[in-house]
């Protein structure tokens, strides 16, 4: 294992040509500064024209339909539906070249991470723009104070059904998920407080303007009894009392070590150590991201066993490498629908599986044939459906198949490899392959086909990014 690779696939989305060859050079704590350094800069990305028009996108203008015909009201809608479409597949298109350019590695890596353990599927262009720059913004900063934002931006109290949430009659919905999936996780409460953080959670929702509002009026404002705990609780004062149990602590600690560290082999005692610094540091992510990043043990073999690329990983991860010009960049948005990770689009509450449920025999096909993207001339069938929001509105109704095509950047991949002295094949494939058994590279190249005019580097380049074995960081 490429010790520097090993953290720039995990800490960001993998190495570009110039960040190759680092080995004799890392140290993992000059790295981390580095990086952390590196990330501190924040580029807001905007979609949504404004405010209104987000809305707009998301709600309708209701005042303004009962003044129209049928026809103008079901025109309208579609127009609107078909702006939310654009705005949303935008800012999927705009993350991806931020987290393939940008030098914040480690706070577009972190955000992505955010991104699935704060799932939301929302409809309004707005409202996920709203989310997204919360998520960023916090990715590296405070956990409790992420909680806090995240739990009161319009697209997460509307796809929990918050909105709905009054004293009259109690939602449980958004209670239940900040409880199991964003602090402690199943088994730490019962249905009793369920009950009573949604009595706590009565009146939060968003005005016209996309604006969290406390609506005292909604409000239950009676005794609670909460995880042993006693008091005329708001929806605060609910996550004051999560946060202030380490179950917390670990729950969120254990996420991040299977997606940094590692999904299959997940150390006890090591989490509830990482755990600690988190909590006795008042959830500040600095101080357990460095623990992790700058100690000898996550660089062990035995520690750093490979984990399933994701599609959005992989994608990202071949672009920083091939410096890919995409002739037509909304492809990019198929490349996800096909391989099952769409931004934006999480297929529940609980966000993406991950690990081998990314891996079927159709997505793995595709998977490997991206790789062939190395070359120069390179094109890849993708298949467009149409029965799914997901597709946001790309090739709809036009079932087919549709190419991606693109052009890499050789040169620069040439000049990492002359710089770095990887003059053999076998020092290539154990450069670009984060494996435990580096594939026999003079083997690969004897079992292609007959050169032409392609340099055989980049022939087996190629074939490298192709194998079953890059699908692994």
Not at 138 to 156: H, Q, W
């Amino acid at each position: 294992m490429q010790k520097a690779n090993h953290f720039f696939w995990r800490a960001g989305f993998g190495p570009t040509p110039n960040m190759l060859c680092q080995s004799e050079k890392f140290k993992p704590d000059v790295f981390f500064d580095a990086m952390w350094l590196a990330s501190a800069k924040y580029n807001p990305l905007q979609v949504a024209g404004s405010l209104g028009e987000g809305l707009m996108n998301g709600l309708g203008e209701a005042g303004k339909l009962d003044q129209l015909s049928k026809e103008q009201r079901a025109e309208m809608v579609r127009d609107a539906q078909k702006k939310r479409r654009e705005e949303i597949r935008s800012l999927n298109l705009k993350w991806l070249d931020e987290m393939t350019w940008s030098n914040a590695q480690l706070r577009e890596k972190m955000a992505f991470f955010w991104h699935g353990h704060f799932a939301c599927r929302n409809l309004n262009s707005f409202f996920q723009q709203q989310l997204l720059d919360v998520i960023r913004q916090n990715a590296l900063g405070n956990f409790a104070d992420l909680l806090r934002e995240v739990s009161k931006t319009p697209a997460m109290l509307q796809f929990l059904n918050n909105q709905q949430n009054r004293k009259q009659s109690p939602n449980e919905n958004f209670a239940r998920e900040v409880m199991e999936l964003f602090t402690m996780g199943r088994g730490h409460y019962g249905e009793k407080d369920i009950k009573e953080a949604a009595r706590a959670f009565t009146g939060w929702g968003y005005n016209l303007q996309g604006e969290f509002v406390a609506r005292d009026f909604q409000h239950d404002d009676g005794s609670k009894t909460f995880l042993g705990k006693t008091g005329r609780f708001t929806g605060d004062d609910v996550i004051d009392i999560l946060l202030e149990r380490k179950e917390t602590a670990t729950y969120v600690t254990t996420k991040l070590y299977k997606f940094l560290v590692s999904d299959s082999q997940v150390d006890a005692n090591r989490i509830a150590g990482l755990a600690d610094i988190l909590y006795r540091n008042n959830y500040e992510l600095k101080p357990l991201l460095a623990a992790i990043f700058t100690s000898s043990w996550f660089y062990d073999d035995k520690v750093a066993t490979p984990r399933i690329k994701s599609p959005v990983e992989l994608w990202v991860g071949l672009r920083r490498l091939l410096g890919l010009d995409i002739e037509n960049p909304a492809a990019q948005l198929l490349v996800q629908r096909n391989l099952g990770q769409v931004l934006f689009y999480p297929p529940n509450v609980a966000g993406w599986p991950g690990g081998t449920n990314w891996i079927d025999s159709s997505s793995l096909l595709l998977r490997m044939r991206l790789g062939l993207l190395a070359g120069q001339t390179e094109s890849v069938n993708l298949s467009s459906q149409t029965d799914d929001d997901a597709d946001m509105g790309m090739m709809r109704r036009q079932a087919g198949v549709y190419k991606l095509a693109a052009k890499a950047n050789w040169i620069d991949l040439q000049k990492s490899f002359d710089k770095g002295n990887l003059s053999s094949y076998p020092a290539i494939a154990k450069e670009l392959l984060q494996a435990t058994k580096v594939p026999d590279a003079q083997a690969i190249l004897n079992n292609l086909p007959a050169a032409g005019s392609t340099d055989d580097k980049q022939r087996l380049v190629a074939a490298l990014l192709a194998s079953p074995e890059y699908q692994l960081c």
